[in-house]
């Protein structure tokens, strides 16, 4: 079985502090992991996948095996980064395509 | 840009009615989702289809089916409507292939039963 877990309901920082969002995930196989974000009153979009390595908004994100982790960073927070975010996890199965979401941090940056 | 959408975005209805959730996508994707969204359990798989007339269950299946009987759309259906079925309700689609494929989300349907 597949598992995601946010072990943070809620993460709260000030503008230009560092952030880091937790997920850590359960799996056998090789996954491929996600990060979405939900802003206020818009749909839950991709903000990056770990295949791609790539910065999206200044987010990154490493896929660390050893400690089954894929958390989300950013050196400096910025208010309009206020969302709710959810890592989510994609199996091997390839009859399978949906994703097991982990149950989402809300970030609040205040000013 | 895809677009995926959900007809309804809010809904009220009573115990033990039959409900209709539709969503419909414009890119030809194969795979179509329905998620189901609550505070504190962030997402969880309902039902998904990955070709026309096929379905799979995901983790919560009880209490709903699905019906996909044209490629661009997948309806909800709630037999009988409780009131811990009072959620808010993704639809979201992705093509055919790579695992990494995006998956695209409807802007949600919110459902309270009462």
């Known amino acids: 079985a597949q598992r995601v877990t946010q072990p943070e309901k809620l993460l709260s920082v000030f503008k230009g502090a560092p952030v880091e969002l937790k997920c850590n995930y359960s799996?056998?196989?090789?996954?491929?992991l996600f990060w979405y974000v939900q802003y206020s009153r818009q749909r839950l979009q991709l903000l990056l996948r770990?295949?791609s390595r790539e910065s999206i908004k200044g987010f990154t994100a490493d896929l660390n095996k050893g400690e089954t982790s894929f958390h989300l960073k950013k050196p400096f927070a910025q208010e309009e980064d206020s969302a709710m975010y959810y890592c989510?996890?994609?199996?091997?199965?390839?009859?399978?395509?949906?994703?097991?979401f982990g149950s989402g941090t809300r970030l609040q940056v205040q000013p | 840009d895809v677009k995926v959408t959900q007809s309804s975005r809010y809904l009220v209805k009573r115990t033990g009615e039959k409900v209709f959730l539709e969503c419909v996508q414009d890119?030809?994707?194969?795979?179509m989702f329905w998620y189901r969204q609550d505070p504190g359990l962030g997402l969880r798989l309902i039902y998904f289809?990955?070709?026309?007339?096929?379905?799979e269950k995901g983790d919560i299946p009880e209490g709903y089916s699905v019906s996909r009987e044209k490629k661009e759309r997948f309806s909800l259906i709630l037999e009988s409507a409780s009131t811990n079925q009072t959620s808010m309700y993704l639809c979201?689609?992705?093509?055919?292939?790579?695992?990494?494929?995006?998956?695209?989300f409807g802007e949600g349907s919110w459902l309270t039963v009462v």
């Open positions: 979201a689609s992705t093509p055919q292939g790579a695992r990494g494929n995006t998956i695209y």
């Open positions: 799996y056998s196989g090789s996954p491929e």
């Open positions: 770990h295949i």
């Open positions: 989510a996890l994609s199996g091997q199965n390839t009859g399978r395509r949906a994703l097991t």
């Open positions: 890119m030809d994707h194969e795979n």
């Open positions: 289809s990955y070709d026309v007339k096929m379905k």
